[in-house]
């Protein structure tokens, strides 16, 4: 049956791809200690593709900045089951809680070399702990 059906996981930390299949790629995003708000470095975005989150377990708050300045930033508590969908160029980031487990599909050639990232300082942290509130 080896040949009809591939079963794929991953309990570990952080994030993990899982599966390629004709430019699209499944990955599980685990809870990491670097995902804290506290912790965070950056936003980033995808220039070319779309991101889709899907919560399976946990929690996890996804941040959208409106621009690269991070002026306008809203957080959104994701549901299990549902389908959230990053647009290509949508500045992001996300925190889990530690039982957290988050279903991620993105075109497979994402990389840091189409998705720029904007540093982030304390006040832009103190602004995701308020939102995530």
């Known amino acids: 049956m080896e040949n009809l059906l591939e079963v794929l996981e ?3 930390i952080g994030y993990q791809p899982l599966l390629s299949c004709r430019g699209f790629r499944v990955a599980v995003l685990n809870y990491h200690p670097e995902l804290l708000i506290e912790n965070m470095t ?3 975005k ?3 593709t779309d991101e889709a989150f899907i919560l399976l377990r946990g929690t996890c708050t996804l941040f959208l900045a409106e621009d690269e300045t991070l002026e ?3 957080g959104v508590e994701l549901e299990p089951c549902k389908i959230y969908n990053v ?3 949508a500045y992001h980031t996300h925190t889990l809680s530690e039982d957290a ?3 991620i ?3 497979d050639d994402t990389c840091d070399d189409n998705s720029p990232s904007i540093l982030i300082n304390d006040e832009v942290r103190a602004c995701l702990a308020e939102l995530k509130k």
Do not use: P, R, S, W
Request: hydrophobic share 40%.
């Open 87 to 89: 647009k290509a160029g």
């Open 42 to 44: 950056n936003f980033q």
């Open 105 to 107: 599909v993105e075109a």
């Open 101 to 103: 487990m988050v279903l």
């Open 10 to 12: 991953y309990e570990g």
């Open 46 to 48: 995808h220039d070319k």
């Open 72 to 74: 306008t930033i809203h």
